[in-house]
């Protein structure tokens, strides 16, 4: 059994829970988070850079002056990569980067990656979490509390627009639901911050699952 401890929004621990680790796979799967994680970073490339090649620019084929008896150096067309205005030797083409990971390969990343925060102790539970306004202070006074002073995962029960506003001014803080967590999003931050009836919805999805 694993131990997660508990705060209030003071940075006071509160409680701590006991989590089997088999409710997230028993054991952090490296290569599959590894997988995961190039997945994500190549699903945002755009791939939509292009160049023209030497036969898409416009100009004649026709060689420009004879190969020898000239004194100049040899010349072919005028298209040539090497003439202003020619295209280019290796030109890019607009491509797809996608890599397709199935659901379960990316829940069981997901698994991993929570598993792992939780091993390194950087999972805390956060007790409550209400903010009746958008409040930027309040929520840097949280985590300052808590001692977060690094990138930092928020994860809510739901949509709660207050939380979502307070901290998306804040530098290397993400605020999103906890049905939204992915395993690129939890791997790449530093502490992973889960709200009590959020973690207790992770767990008992697993649960359910299993």
């Not at 003071?10 to 952090?28: A, C, P, R, Y």
């Given at each position: 059994?694993?131990?997660?401890?508990?705060y209030?929004?003071?940075?006071?621990?509160?409680?701590?829970?006991?989590?089997?680790?088999?409710?997230?796979?028993?054991?952090?799967?490296i290569?599959l988070?590894?997988?995961?994680?190039?997945?994500y970073?190549?699903?945002?490339?755009?791939?939509?850079?292009?160049t023209?090649?030497?036969?898409?620019?416009?100009?004649?084929?026709?060689?420009?002056?004879?190969?020898?008896?000239?004194?100049?150096?040899?010349?072919?067309?005028?298209?040539?990569?090497i003439?202003r205005?020619?295209?280019v030797?290796?030109a890019?083409?607009?491509?797809?980067?996608?890599?397709?990971?199935?659901?379960?390969m990316?829940k069981?990343?997901?698994?991993?990656?929570?598993?792992?925060?939780?091993?390194?102790?950087?999972?805390?539970?956060?007790d409550?979490?209400?903010?009746?306004?958008?409040k930027?202070?309040?929520?840097v006074?949280?985590?300052?509390?808590?001692?977060v002073?690094?990138?930092?995962?928020?994860?809510?029960?739901?949509?709660?627009?207050?939380?979502?506003?307070?901290?998306r001014?804040?530098?290397?803080?993400?605020?999103?639901?906890?049905?939204?967590?992915?395993?690129?999003?939890?791997?790449?931050?530093?502490?992973?911050?889960?709200?009590?009836?959020?973690?207790?919805?992770?767990?008992?999805?697993?649960?359910?699952?299993?």
């Open positions: 059994m694993l131990e997660v401890p508990v209030n929004v003071s940075g006071e621990k509160i409680d701590t829970w006991q989590v089997d680790e088999q409710v997230f796979g028993g054991k952090v799967n290569p988070l590894k997988q995961a994680i190039v997945a970073h190549a699903n945002r490339r755009q791939g939509t850079v292009a023209k090649s030497r036969g898409m620019v416009a100009g004649s084929t026709r060689k420009l002056f004879a190969q020898k008896h000239t004194g100049n150096a040899r010349r072919g067309n005028i298209r040539t990569n003439m205005g020619g295209g030797a290796f890019k083409r607009t491509r797809d980067f996608r890599q397709r990971l199935p659901r379960k990316r069981a990343a997901l698994n991993s990656a929570i598993l792992a925060k939780i091993i390194g102790q950087d999972l805390m539970v956060l409550g979490l209400a903010m009746e306004a958008p930027t202070r309040q929520m006074g949280i985590l300052k509390s808590l001692k002073n690094r990138s930092c995962l928020l994860a809510l029960a739901g949509l709660d627009r207050n939380a979502y506003l307070s901290g001014n804040i530098p290397d803080l993400t605020v999103c639901p906890a049905a939204e967590l992915n395993a690129f999003d939890v791997a790449t931050r530093q502490k992973l911050i889960v709200v009590s009836e959020a973690m207790k919805a992770l767990m008992g999805r697993q649960e359910a699952k299993a």
